[in-house]
């Protein structure tokens, strides 16, 4: 897939997060970027883009997305079409705090639909075939670790569903115009046990220090517990399991998700404090 160039002076920064930035056309108001950070391989953005429409086609609620792009920079994104006035739900919350339980309940919305849509009839990987091909990838990860990581991956496939998954989910991957609602940044698109979803949102909303959590997410951390408290009892129902209920189930596929971050941010001390932390709790 050839990437067609694109001068950064004709685009103003709008936002950012872990895996890159995002940018408004300043020639066409139709247009918005996502450009990634240039550790991420373009094989993997070229991939987001054939997602992206695979996803669409499927009905789910997803911005239309446009070609492979390189910045004057050397980076590499993806155009899409823009949502004007869009923000992510995060965000949302972040502006206007007393929006932030009714966002939380339209996200598991949004949850609870796509993991009731199956893979059956798709092409779309599963998220153990997904996470076993990023393992052959960190040659850092050798000996007892990497032992750790094959059974966990060979014990959660046993979990496996044809659920189809976000891949990436949490409130900052979903943005809103104020009438309609979509799903972004698809790289990761797949599917299994919603596990893999549901506890991606429970780790931003719950275990992220006060600064990366403002960073990345642009919420506080008491907003996102009273996002999270919301979100659950909506995905769940009103019996929903208690909080370490859930996080003795969703320990494994965190640890595994561990993977995604160390391919895409490296050996960040963070994460490699988290994953020993969760493997300890094992």
Same mark, same amino acid.
């Given at each position: 897939?050839?990437?067609?160039?694109?001068? =950064? /002076?004709?685009?103003?920064?709008?936002?950012?997060? /872990?895996?890159?930035?995002?940018?408004? $056309?300043?020639? %066409?108001?139709?247009?918005?970027?996502?450009?990634?950070?240039?550790?991420?391989?373009?094989?993997?953005?070229?991939?987001?883009?054939?997602?992206?429409?695979?996803?669409?086609?499927?009905?789910?609620? #997803?911005?239309?997305?446009?070609? =492979? #792009?390189?910045?004057?920079?050397?980076?590499?994104?993806?155009?899409?079409? +823009?949502?004007?006035?869009?923000?992510?739900?995060?965000?949302?919350?972040?502006?206007?705090?007393? $929006?932030?339980?009714?966002?939380?309940?339209?996200?598991?919305?949004?949850?609870?639909?796509?993991?009731?849509?199956?893979?059956?009839?798709?092409?779309?990987?599963?998220?153990?075939?997904?996470? $076993? &091909? !990023?393992?052959?990838?960190?040659?850092?990860?050798?000996?007892?670790? +990497?032992?750790?990581?094959?059974? =966990?991956?060979?014990?959660?496939?046993?979990?496996?569903?044809?659920?189809?998954?976000?891949?990436?989910?949490?409130?900052?991957?979903?943005?809103?115009?104020?009438?309609?609602?979509?799903?972004?940044?698809?790289?990761?698109?797949?599917?299994?046990?919603?596990?893999? %979803? !549901?506890? *991606?949102?429970?780790? @931003?909303?719950?275990?992220?220090?006060?600064?990366?959590?403002?960073?990345?997410?642009?919420?506080?951390?008491?907003?996102?517990?009273?996002?999270?408290?919301?979100?659950?009892? &909506?995905?769940?129902?009103?019996? /929903?399991?208690?909080?370490? #209920?859930?996080?003795?189930?969703?320990?494994?596929?965190?640890? @595994?998700?561990?993977?995604?971050?160390?391919?895409?941010?490296?050996?960040?001390?963070?994460?490699?404090?988290? +994953?020993?932390?969760?493997?300890?709790? *094992?």
């Amino acid at each position: 897939m050839e990437a067609k160039k694109i001068d =950064l /002076a004709d685009w103003t920064l709008s936002g950012g997060g /872990a895996q890159g930035e995002s940018y408004f $056309s300043k020639t %066409d108001s139709s247009l918005m970027l996502k450009l990634f950070n240039p550790k991420i391989p373009t094989g993997l953005i070229e991939g987001e883009i054939t997602l992206s429409k695979e996803i669409a086609a499927l009905g789910l609620p #997803v911005p239309a997305p446009g070609e =492979l #792009v390189q910045s004057t920079d050397g980076r590499y994104g993806i155009t899409f079409r +823009r949502i004007i006035g869009k923000q992510s739900f995060c965000t949302a919350a972040a502006n206007k705090p007393e $929006s932030c339980r009714d966002l939380a309940r339209r996200l598991a919305g949004m949850a609870r639909e796509l993991h009731s849509t199956s893979s059956q009839g798709t092409n779309f990987i599963s998220a153990c075939d997904y996470y $076993s &091909a !990023i393992l052959d990838k960190l040659p850092r990860i050798k000996g007892d670790e +990497r032992r750790l990581f094959e059974s =966990l991956i060979e014990r959660l496939r046993t979990e496996q569903t044809q659920t189809l998954l976000h891949g990436d989910f949490h409130f900052g991957n979903a943005i809103t115009d104020g009438s309609k609602d979509y799903f972004i940044d698809l790289g990761a698109f797949c599917y299994g046990n919603p596990k893999f %979803d !549901i506890s *991606m949102q429970y780790l @931003v909303c719950t275990a992220l220090p006060d600064e990366l959590l403002y960073h990345y997410y642009h919420i506080t951390q008491a907003l996102a517990l009273e996002f999270w408290d919301e979100f659950k009892t &909506a995905y769940y129902g009103p019996d /929903a399991p208690s909080d370490e #209920v859930l996080m003795e189930e969703f320990r494994p596929y965190l640890i @595994v998700r561990t993977l995604f971050f160390e391919r895409d941010l490296g050996e960040d001390e963070f994460l490699i404090k988290l +994953r020993r932390q969760l493997i300890e709790k *094992m």
